[in-house]
């Protein structure tokens, strides 16, 4: 299946595994550079910024530690707010609403992300190629 157009290689499948440790990418998001990051869950994958909606701070203190001790949530390690692992839904705790998504593909072993109008890739500086 061709990919859509401006489809972006994120990471091979197996560097994601269920409940396991992220995969962080860079993206502008309306503009702004941010970190993302990507995880596995119940073999889907699925990718949201590295934002809290409690406050605009990463979810992880560990490196790409974003799942709690079950694999099963998200977990902001700052207060404790939980995310629904491929939906990105408040599941409780003091979260303001879901994480923001970003889509992503699965295709032949590699996993791609999908910029959209409030998420493209970080511009490349200029000589930077
Ligand atoms: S910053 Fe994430 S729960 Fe407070």
Redesign the pocket.
């Known amino acids: 299946m061709p990919l859509p157009p401006g489809a972006i290689a994120l990471c091979a499948s197996d560097a994601l595994r269920d409940g396991g440790l992220a995969v962080p990418f860079e993206v502008l998001h309306e503009g702004v550079p941010n970190r993302a990051f990507a995880v596995r869950h119940e073999g889907q994958v699925a990718a949201f910024l590295n934002r809290?909606t409690?406050?605009a701070?990463e979810?992880d203190w560990q490196p790409n530690r974003v799942f709690d001790a079950s694999g099963e949530w998200l977990i902001?390690a700052?207060?404790?707010?939980i995310f629904h692992p491929t939906s990105g839904e408040c599941m409780g705790?003091?979260?303001n609403g879901g994480l923001v998504r970003i889509a992503l593909l699965e295709q032949d072993g590699q996993v791609w992300w999908l910029p959209d109008a409030h998420t493209v890739a970080p511009e490349v500086a200029a000589g930077d190629d």
């Open positions: 809290c409690h406050v701070m979810l902001c700052s207060h404790g707010a705790g003091p979260c």
